[in-house]
């Protein structure tokens, strides 16, 4: 009927399994990242080394948090389906502005997907898009489950916006589009700090020294940043914003339909036998009549 309101969709709930699954993922990560810079002059940078361990702890950790989000949310096949299709869009998206001024079309389908599907599935979806680009691109490499990671804090940082079920219009776009610049931006120094701490002797005050006081590598690394990748992710956040502003509408009434449909959030009961509900209640069978009657 036409005076009948749709239900606006919501994004996948997240449990306290899935909570403690992404808290666990997320503190494994920040070590990742963050070790060198507490690492003593001796110590040896290993992240080429230390990125297959990363890896294998990484990929059951996400197995991890769909199972914990399938059984905590309802989710189903529907789910996992569409989990598949916008990892595979968000792949094939990456490759067309690759090399080009940090021009990469992928990061505003990953900002829409974690608004409309939640911060649970954003964050898988982000790290299966990066895996799925690495392999269709051939960037497998020991930076692969950094980008992993650093892709599925950006999409699940999408799904932590306030007003999932409230905002929508122009405020919505302009909150996705003002996080989507500022993520594009963490992104890249966060992968900065990956490549910075393996690189040696760069330039005289911008390289690392290991086991120096973290406030004066912190300095250099500020000033690694400025000096190598402030274009190329200034590139990302402005394209970001573009198509946010003008492709978003459309998409995301695309993901809230396709959203609506699958009913993420449905729950699923059963009856017992012999009792059934109301709606269509059967009687009693009637008595036959009498032949010739």
């Not at 599907?117 to 895996?131: C, K, R, Y």
Request: hydrophobic share 50%; glycine share 14%.
């Amino acid at each position: 009927m036409s005076g009948v309101r749709q239900r606006a969709p919501r994004p996948v709930r997240l449990g306290p399994k899935s909570v403690a699954a992404l808290v666990l993922v997320s503190a494994i990560g920040v070590v990742a990242f963050g070790w060198p810079l507490l690492a003593g002059a001796d110590s040896g940078l290993a992240h080429a080394q230390d990125a297959p361990w990363l890896f294998a702890a990484l990929l059951p950790l996400l197995v991890a948090v769909v199972v914990a989000t399938i059984s905590e949310s309802g989710m189903d096949a529907k789910a996992v389906a569409m989990l598949g299709v916008l990892a595979a869009v968000g792949a094939a998206l990456r490759p067309l502005g690759a090399g080009t001024a940090g021009l990469e079309p992928m990061f505003f389908l990953m900002v829409l997907s974690g608004r409309v599907l939640g911060p649970g599935f954003g964050f898988v979806l982000g790290s299966v898009t990066m895996f799925a680009s690495a392999l269709l691109t051939g960037g497998v490499g020991p930076w692969m489950p950094f980008q992993m990671l650093a892709m599925g804090w950006f999409t699940m940082g999408a799904g932590l916006l306030p007003g999932p079920d409230r905002l929508r219009g122009r405020a919505e776009l302009a909150m996705l589009a003002v996080y989507g610049s500022v993520a594009a931006f963490a992104y890249g120094t966060i992968m900065n700090l990956y490549g910075w701490t393996i690189i040696p002797g760069l330039a005289s005050g911008i390289s690392f020294v290991a086991g120096d006081p973290l406030h004066e590598n912190l300095v250099r690394f500020l000033a690694y940043c400025a000096a190598t990748s402030l274009g190329w992710d200034l590139g990302r956040a402005v394209l970001t914003v573009v198509l946010t502003l003008t492709i978003g509408p459309t998409l995301l009434k695309a993901l809230r339909r396709a959203t609506r449909r699958a009913a993420f959030d449905a729950r699923v009961g059963f009856e017992e036998p012999g009792k059934p509900g109301k709606p269509g209640k059967p009687g009693k069978p009637g008595k036959p009549g009498k032949p010739g009657g």
